[in-house]
């Protein structure tokens, strides 16, 4: 028994022992491994990509010209039941044509006063409606000073410069209700592109020209009214205007309501004018006024557009055949802008490219549904030849007007060509 007994203990001493190194062993294994992962981390090479120091940015421009709006135009959209206006029927394509586009340019012909009742030429006032509904499918880039920025009196371009400044994400230019207003320069941005808009216009048919030298922020003149060419005067302030937003641009755009109506070459002037704004940095330049269209060209680096013609009128309805044959057709210009960052080298370039158009017509018919007549703008992409019979004639004519000094324009082609 005796010898059983120390055989017995000799056995539970070497199990103890054995726990004991066993222990010990998954000790050592679990310090090593815990004590070895930052080691091997820190041998491990380093696997991540350097990050590229080339940054890219782009965004997309379409431009279109005047909103016109005759009596027969807000006769139209005026519903007798609610004693209110809705143009939103009339800008049915055009919603479809602008929503793929990040900025989205048009010219509010007339002023909105709606302490008054509308009129028509040779007086506009224009129900503020028409301008909501074109914010509504999308328009955020809007230029007021026109030859009828004056037609309500000074305080009547007042009224409608307060209705823009009171819009949110829009940048509405070319009038104001003070000082401080007009030279509150707003920046947008545009998927990381900056930009802005100045906007001139080069009179106010003789109207208002007292209220406006007591307070020329109400409209934006780029020249003496009757005078060829700008004076040094308004060179100066120009130049002023543009001074105080260059830097903190990518992206300059200036409106011009210019040239000579129905004229469907650019003036003299304008391309002087044009010239100058180009030699002082300007990057785009969008015109309007003659309510037909006019050239495109490039000056150097800028983008020049001499006159959308009419984006919607009723003058197809004009006594005068030449007016009712230009004033009907208008266009839609785009564009891309590029912003290529480098940041390693601390530089920035901006390059404007593939310059684009559609033409667009101002279609009257007789609305059943309504009981009177009616309009709807046309982008020629979408023509009918029940919209406008001679279309084909047409597209070829206008388009051959806005190719005349350069013909590096991609204008689309009517449709099933």
């Given at each position: 028994?005796?010898?059983?007994?120390?055989?017995?203990?000799?056995?539970?001493?070497?199990?103890?022992?054995?726990?004991?190194?066993?222990?010990?062993?998954?000790?050592?294994?679990?310090?090593?491994?815990?004590?070895?992962?930052?080691?091997?981390?820190?041998?491990?090479?380093?696997?991540?990509?350097?990050?590229n120091p080339i940054k890219t940015y782009t965004a997309s421009l379409i431009a279109t010209g005047d909103g016109l709006i005759h009596s027969p135009l807000y006769n139209a959209a005026y519903?007798?039941?609610?004693?209110?206006?809705?143009?939103?029927?009339?800008?049915?394509?055009?919603?479809?044509?602008?929503?793929?586009?990040?900025?989205?340019?048009?010219?509010?012909?007339?002023?909105?006063?709606?302490?008054?009742?509308?009129?028509?030429?040779?007086?506009?006032?224009?129900?503020?409606?028409?301008?909501?509904?074109?914010?509504?499918?999308?328009?955020?880039?809007?230029?007021?000073?026109?030859?009828?920025?004056?037609?309500?009196?000074?305080?009547?371009?007042?009224?409608?410069?307060?209705?823009?400044?009171?819009?949110?994400?829009?940048?509405?230019?070319?009038?104001?209700?003070?000082?401080?207003?007009?030279?509150?320069?707003?920046?947008?941005?545009?998927?990381?592109?900056?930009?802005?808009?100045?906007s001139y216009t080069y009179g106010t048919n003789g109207l208002g020209l007292s209220s406006i030298a007591k307070e020329p922020y109400i409209v934006n003149l780029y020249k003496v009214p009757?005078?060829?060419?700008?004076?040094?005067?308004?060179?100066?302030?120009?130049?002023?205007?543009?001074?105080?937003?260059?830097?903190?641009?990518?992206?300059?755009?200036?409106?011009?309501?210019?040239?000579?109506?129905?004229?469907?070459?650019?003036?003299?002037?304008?391309?002087?004018?044009?010239?100058?704004?180009?030699?002082?940095?300007?990057?785009?330049?969008?015109?309007?006024?003659?309510?037909?269209?006019?050239?495109?060209?490039?000056?150097?680096?800028?983008?020049?557009?001499?006159?959308?013609?009419?984006?919607?009128?009723?003058?197809?309805?004009?006594?005068?055949?030449?007016?009712?044959?230009?004033?009907?057709?208008?266009?839609?210009?785009?564009?891309?802008?590029?912003?290529?960052?480098?940041?390693?080298?601390?530089?920035?370039?901006?390059?404007?490219?593939?310059?684009?158009?559609?033409?667009?017509?101002?279609?009257?018919?007789?609305?059943?549904?309504?009981?009177?007549?009616?309009?709807?703008?046309?982008?020629?992409?979408?023509?009918?030849?029940?919209?406008?019979?001679?279309?084909?004639?047409?597209?070829?004519?206008?388009?051959?007007?806005?190719?005349?000094?350069?013909?590096?324009?991609?204008?689309?082609?009517?449709?099933?060509?």
């Open positions: 028994m005796a010898k059983l007994r120390k055989k017995a203990k000799k056995s539970i001493f070497l199990i103890l022992v054995l726990v004991v190194v066993l222990s010990c062993a998954v000790g050592l294994i679990n310090f090593l491994t815990s004590n070895a992962n930052p080691i091997t981390e820190q041998l491990k090479p380093n696997n991540k990509e350097p990050e519903d007798s039941k609610t004693g209110t206006y809705d143009f939103s029927d009339m800008l049915t394509f055009t919603k479809d044509k602008i929503k793929d586009y990040d900025i989205k340019y048009y010219n509010q012909e007339t002023v909105f006063d709606d302490t008054s009742s509308p009129k028509s030429y040779p007086i506009f006032n224009t129900p503020s409606a028409f301008g909501q509904n074109m914010l509504d499918i999308g328009f955020n880039l809007v230029s007021l000073a026109t030859n009828h920025s004056m037609d309500m009196g000074a305080n009547g371009a007042k009224r409608s410069a307060l209705w823009w400044e009171g819009k949110k994400d829009i940048l509405a230019t070319g009038m104001a209700t003070s000082e401080e207003n007009r030279n509150n320069f707003k920046i947008m941005n545009a998927n990381g592109i900056t930009y802005t808009m100045l009757n005078e060829s060419t700008m004076s040094d005067e308004y060179k100066e302030k120009i130049k002023q205007d543009i001074a105080a937003v260059r830097d903190k641009v990518d992206v300059l755009i200036v409106a011009m309501h210019w040239g000579t109506e129905y004229n469907q070459e650019a003036t003299a002037e304008q391309r002087q004018t044009a010239k100058f704004l180009a030699d002082n940095g300007v990057d785009i330049i969008l015109g309007t006024h003659s309510h037909c269209i006019e050239p495109w060209e490039m000056i150097d680096d800028t983008v020049v557009f001499y006159s959308f013609g009419n984006f919607i009128s009723n003058q197809m309805g004009a006594e005068s055949a030449k007016v009712r044959k230009v004033g009907t057709v208008g266009m839609f210009a785009t564009l891309n802008i590029t912003k290529t960052v480098d940041t390693e080298k601390n530089t920035t370039e901006i390059k404007i490219d593939n310059i684009g158009a559609d033409l667009n017509y101002s279609y009257k018919f007789y609305n059943q549904t309504k009981g009177k007549y009616d309009y709807l703008v046309i982008p020629f992409s979408k023509m009918e030849s029940k919209y406008l019979s001679n279309y084909e004639n047409v597209y070829e004519e206008f388009s051959n007007v806005l190719k005349k000094y350069d013909s590096n324009i991609n204008i689309e082609p009517l449709p099933g060509v």
